[in-house]
């Protein structure tokens, strides 16, 4: 069975520029949750989507925003990026009913310039 | 803000010793989580325990939780050169986001 599956592997932008992570789930899955992960800030809850719908979000700013397709595959746009948005952004998947347990993806390492 | 906190924050042991780290939290919990992480990539879900569950047990590794103490400790027995990562444990409070701790880095000499 396929993994969660994330791209780009890499990706880097410029500051002020919009960047687009995309997150394929475990087929089965309707929950995909987007993570942040960086330097000296711990992995940090971004966004959770289940059945097309954000159902809860992170302490993080409206630039954040993602949406989540009908085949339960999962977008992270973020806007006017800072410097400070160089990290590893995650993406997990669960099937709600099984106790929430959370799978990961081998994220996307965002570098702001 | 990080619910969890790890502890140790490292940890060098010789393969074939056993590893053990432990995990406090703030509020209660729905369950908890433990998680590897190799050089900064992706996390493998190691087991999930439940809040009404005291032990559980996979492969070479033992997860304890005390609710009553709020905090869960990982074993790793008889360790080998493949189990240096980083571990986390995360919480799920019954909100479906988990909150993770700082981690431990457990290194494995040969």
């Known amino acids: 069975e396929a993994g969660v599956t994330q791209s780009p592997t890499h990706l880097i932008k410029t500051r002020g520029q919009q960047a687009t992570l995309r997150c394929s789930p475990i087929?089965?899955?309707?929950?995909v949750y987007w993570y942040q992960q960086a330097l000296g800030l711990g992995l940090q809850f971004l966004l959770w989507?289940?059945?097309?719908?954000?159902?809860n979000r992170g302490n993080f700013p409206p630039r954040f925003s993602g949406r989540q397709f009908p085949n339960y595959s999962s977008e992270l746009n973020v806007n006017a990026l800072e410097l400070e948005d160089s990290a590893l952004y995650l993406c997990?998947?669960?099937?709600?009913?099984?106790?929430?347990?959370?799978?990961f993806g081998p994220g996307t390492r965002l570098t702001v310039l | 803000s990080q619910q969890g906190e790890e502890d140790p924050q490292a940890l060098s042991i010789q393969e074939g010793e056993n590893a053990t780290m432990n995990c406090s939290y703030k509020?209660?919990?729905?369950?908890l989580q433990w998680y590897r992480q190799n050089s900064g990539r992706g996390l493998v879900h190691l087991i999930l325990?439940?809040?009404?569950?005291r032990e559980k047990h996979s492969g070479r590794l033992r997860v304890t939780l005390d609710t009553s103490k709020k905090s869960s400790s990982l074993l790793i027995t008889a360790s080998r050169a493949a189990d240096t990562a980083s571990y986390f444990c995360?919480?799920?409070?019954?909100?479906?986001?988990?909150?993770f701790g700082a981690g431990t880095t457990v290194t494995v000499r040969a």
């Open positions: 509020t209660s919990i729905n369950n």
């Open positions: 989507y289940d059945e097309g719908e954000e159902r």
């Open positions: 325990i439940r809040s009404n569950e």
């Open positions: 997990a998947s669960s099937f709600l009913l099984a106790h929430n347990e959370q799978f």
């Open positions: 995360a919480t799920d409070r019954g909100d479906y986001k988990l909150s």
């Open positions: 087929s089965g899955h309707t929950s």
